[in-house]
């Protein structure tokens, strides 16, 4: 089955994804005649789709231009329970999966700048060309304990106790 945001999605050129149910694409409106992407295209998290043609073009002439209507925009009331759970479910997990990946990357980050000031503290001709340059105290910064906590957390709620 696809999502409404699919079916607006397939029927738009040059779709460019901007991440977490967002993209970008040109405004299928004839009077338009868009040349670069101008055409917001997001995903709410019970699956309506938005639209926001920033050149100013109106929902309804956009849900026209690409052959559809105003209830293609969102999920239809057939879903059953056990479908919308599923939905809602698998947005949950996408919303915790990138919430892990953002942690992740501060805690690299701050990996990585660690090993590199202690490698290069213990070189001498490092230590002669930067004399003012410090390592970084063993003790973690506080962001980095909060990204620690959030992944932990993150962890649990993705994959239970």
């Known amino acids: 089955m696809t999502t409404p945001t699919e079916t607006v999605i397939n029927r738009l050129n040059k779709v460019r994804s901007l991440g977490n149910g967002r993209y970008l694409a040109l405004c299928p409106v004839p009077e338009h005649d868009d040349r670069s992407p101008s055409l917001s295209i997001t995903e709410s998290d019970d699956g309506r789709v938005l639209l926001k043609c920033f050149a100013g073009c109106n929902t309804q002439e956009i849900v026209a231009a690409i052959g559809l209507e105003m209830k293609d925009l969102f999920h239809s009331s057939t879903l059953n329970p056990i479908e919308k759970r599923h939905y809602h479910h698998r947005k949950t997990i996408e919303e915790i999966e ?22 290069n503290w ?8 930067c004399p003012e340059f410090r390592p970084m105290p063993d003790n973690p910064w506080d962001r980095e304990l909060l990204a620690v906590r959030r992944i932990r957390r993150g962890l649990e709620m993705r994959y239970g106790n």
Do not use: G, M, Y
Not at 104 to 109: A, E, N, R, S, T
């Open 98 to 119: 990138c919430a892990l990946w953002h942690e992740l990357l501060v805690l690299l980050q701050f990996l990585q700048t660690r090993i590199s000031d202690r490698q």
């Open 122 to 129: 213990k070189d001498s001709r490092f230590r002669a060309q």
